[in-house]
């Protein structure tokens, strides 16, 4: 028997995904604050400090203050909201992607209980799910991963659903496999993969290679997911293509743009 509620879902949309979740009666979803698109009448919102999955209530309101205090370091709220059915029937609670990509359904059940995110993919979970940091170990990973060596972990055997940008492909690696990706685009992996983060090795592939000085290397056995877009790419090529100041655009391949890529080849976008 699982821990976590068991929650029904269906996805809707093709490159701007939203997830249905289906509650029975005193069945409830967690999100993180402003996912929500909407809710049918008899679903009850209640804003909690943590993930409300009972982990950290050993130490009392310390417990849980600190196990939401954690959330801060990955840039994320304090609170979390809990979504509800209060209602005799089934109800509908419905969540969003901030930006154009896809929404992936985990079972962390399938998984062995465990799941290693960037610090922004989680969208929503079946309430049970423990939402919280992971610290990469090398100190490499830690300066150069372009994403933040604090990454977040899902723990539990309940449904999560993650977020991603562009095209998401899922990768599963054999014994000792490595993959080496740019930093922004890996979006999750299994417990078992080692992450690490490596110097491109040439510099003047680094500077003129426009990918950047470090790569994520992934080694396995265990499963990858990637996506093709990572959202501060598409914000950097927005940003440039945005009238500057004035009303003056900023051309290609200005000093601005220039200096601009050089500022970037340490987060590998």
């Known amino acids: 028997m699982r821990n976590a509620h068991e929650i029904d879902f269906k ?62 370091i990955t840039g994320e709220s304090l609170f979390m909201t809990v979504f ?16 154009p990509g896809k929404i992936i359904p985990m079972d962390l059940n399938i998984y062995g209980g465990k799941l290693i995110c960037q610090k922004d993919a989680f969208l929503c979970a079946a309430k049970g799910v423990s939402i919280g940091i992971e610290f990469q170990k090398k100190i490499g990973t830690g300066f150069f991963g372009g994403e933040g060596f604090i990454m977040q972990k899902l723990e539990g055997d309940g449904l999560a659903f993650l977020h991603a940008g562009g095209t998401i492909i899922e990768k599963e690696l054999g014994a000792g496999e490595i993959l080496r990706v740019d930093t922004g685009c890996l979006v999750a992996f299994t417990k078992n993969i080692n992450y690490d983060v490596e110097f491109v090795g ?36 927005i940003y440039s293509a945005a009238p500057q100041t004035g009303g003056s655009r900023r051309g290609e391949g200005s000093v601005l743009d220039v200096l601009g890529g050089l500022g970037n080849l340490i987060d590998g976008d």
């Open 11 to 72: 996805l809707y949309g093709d490159d701007m995904q939203f997830v249905e979740i289906e509650l029975d009666p005193q069945e409830s979803v967690i999100a993180e604050a402003g996912a929500m698109m909407y809710i049918e009448q008899g679903i009850q919102m209640e804003t909690i400090f943590g993930d409300g999955s009972g982990r950290n209530t050993q130490g009392g309101f310390m417990g849980k203050l600190l196990g939401a205090g954690k959330r801060l």
């Open 84 to 99: 509800t059915n209060m209602g005799a029937g089934k109800k509908h609670a419905s969540f969003a992607a901030p930006y």
């Open 202 to 237: 040439n510099v003047k592939s680094a500077f003129f290679g426009g990918e950047g000085l470090f790569f994520a290397t992934v080694r396995g056995p265990g499963k990858v997911w990637l996506q093709s877009l990572p959202f501060s790419r598409l914000a950097d090529r």
